[in-house]
């Protein structure tokens, strides 16, 4: 039953922005970083809602993998956040860098108003969509140590590789310069 709610949320009709527009989609962010001269590849797959469902891909797409939060805090502050995919995230310390004292995961709603996305679709890619500028962005530094990245194009079925270079350039060129989070050791991901 999980899969048949999930594909329906996938085929109904995306909702509008909160300032009333309709979000843009993966055409149109592929048409941006090609008008930005960024290199893209992109991968169609089953559609992946976690983490553990992803890792089935990564024999067939080489790179870096993240886990991307959208969080915010009592005053109203949103960040969408991207680290390696087997990071295990401390909110409470990442609420001391993000320079707040608490942080909520956001309910759907906030993630479809702000960011145009359903759940399972979370990526930098996504900032596309927020035109007010209300999301601040910030990445793993060591996320950003892997060649090529590799994110989800605001559609969880398909996975798009992009340079270190380009990612920055897009969410520079999107007005929404990163913060690099230095995550501690006891935080790094296991290696085997």
């Known amino acids: ?3 048949q709610t999930h594909n329906r949320r996938m085929t109904d009709p995306q909702p509008p922005l909160v300032d009333g527009t309709k979000p843009r989609g993966p055409a149109d962010l592929f048409s941006r970083l090609d008008e930005l001269g960024i290199d893209h590849d992109t991968l169609d797959h089953v559609p992946v809602f976690t983490v553990e469902e992803a890792r089935r891909l990564r ?3 080489d790179g870096a993998h993240s886990k991307n939060l959208f969080v915010r805090d009592k005053k109203e502050r949103h960040w969408l956040v991207s680290c390696l995919s087997e990071r295990k995230v401390d909110l409470k310390w990442l609420a001391l860098e993000l320079g707040t004292k608490r942080l909520t995961f956001c309910t759907p709603r906030r993630l479809t108003g702000f960011l145009g996305i359903r759940a399972g679709a979370v990526s930098p890619f996504a900032i596309i969509n927020d035109a007010r500028g209300v999301v601040r ?3 793993d ?3 950003l140590a892997g060649e090529p990245l590799n994110f989800h194009p605001l559609d969880n079925s398909k996975t798009t590789s992009v340079s ?5 350039r897009f969410l520079e060129a999107e007005g929404h310069p990163p913060k690099i989070l230095h995550f501690p ?3 790094a991901p296991a290696r085997s």
């Open 1 to 3: 039953m999980p899969d």
């Open 59 to 61: 024999g067939r797409i």
């Open 137 to 139: 962005v910030a990445l």
């Open 141 to 143: 530094a060591e996320l």
């Open 164 to 168: 270190r270079a380009g990612l920055l």
């Open 185 to 187: 050791a006891a935080a």
